[in-house]
Structure formats: C-alpha cells, structure tokens
C-alpha cells in the first residue's frame, strides 16, 4: 500500500528537487509560502522508507512519519525521543484504513522545524550534514 501511495504522491504535480540538511529551511518555506492542503517530503536518497512528511495549518506545521514499514516501527521510539527533548508532544493518529502515524505539531517557523529536522535525520535516521536527501512537494512553489 505504502509504495502506491508514494508512487501517487511522487507523480502527481510533484516537484523534485535533491540537497542536503542545509537546504532543509528553504523547502519547508516553500511549505509555508504554499496554499492549503500542500505537502513535504523529505527523504533519504537510498534509504528506504527514511523520510518524513509535513503539512502546514495557519499557526504549524505538522511533522509526520508513517508508522507502516517494520524500520519506521523500529524508529518509533527513538523519533518519540528526539521530539521531547525539543519540547515537542508527538500523538499517534491512525489513516482511514487503520495505519498508524506518529504526528507532532511544531510552530510554523521553518528555521524551528528545520533544526528538529536536522535533529530527527541525524539522530533517528543516522545521516551525516552531507548525506543526499529528496525534497518532494505537491503543490508548493518552486524552488529557487
């Protein structure tokens, strides 16, 4: 399910561009600048099912991560770990079909999200400042 659903996402009105942590605030801007209903992911290029996918309502950003692989179950945790040092309360949500998702609302402040980010990718997914990522948006603007 989860790789149709990726393959939907990733080809409908998608942008994609690739960079490191460093590029991380210019694209959840791009979230930000966005209309309602748009979508990030940030994935680790050869990594499988290492990303995260964010949102933005009028005061934050929602923070999410798929709890369906058995490597994002194992994550879990460590995810839940990073978020509460930074102050922040993750809470599980569950998709129409049942599948769980570990959600956490952050401020809508794209320099903020992209520290917890920088935070998150290093410390739960083990990548180095330099390890490739993939910005993939639906329906932001471009890129600059």
Same mark, same amino acid.
């Given at each position: ?22 590029? %991380? ?5 791009? !979230?930000?600048? %966005?209309?309602?209903?748009?979508? !990030? ?42 978020? %509460? ?30 520290? !917890? ?15 490739? !990522? ?11």
């Amino acid at each position: 399910m989860w790789r149709n659903l990726k393959s939907w996402l990733w080809n409908s009105a998608s942008s994609v561009a690739s960079g490191t942590l460093a590029d %991380a605030s210019a694209h959840i801007q791009r !979230l930000l600048d %966005a209309p309602e209903g748009s979508l !990030l992911i940030i994935e680790v290029t050869g990594l499988e099912d290492a990303f995260l996918q964010f949102t933005a309502g009028p005061r934050e950003i929602q923070i999410n991560h798929p709890l369906i692989a058995p490597a994002q179950v194992e994550r879990e945790h460590a995810l839940r770990r990073v978020f %509460a040092a930074a102050g922040f309360s993750p809470h599980e949500t569950l998709g129409s079909d049942g599948t769980r998702f570990l959600d956490c609302d952050v401020p809508r402040d794209s320099v903020l999200a992209a520290i !917890l980010v920088q935070r998150i990718f290093e410390s739960v997914f083990g990548i180095t400042p330099s390890t490739q !990522l993939r910005f993939v948006g639906n329906g932001l603007p471009p890129a600059a």
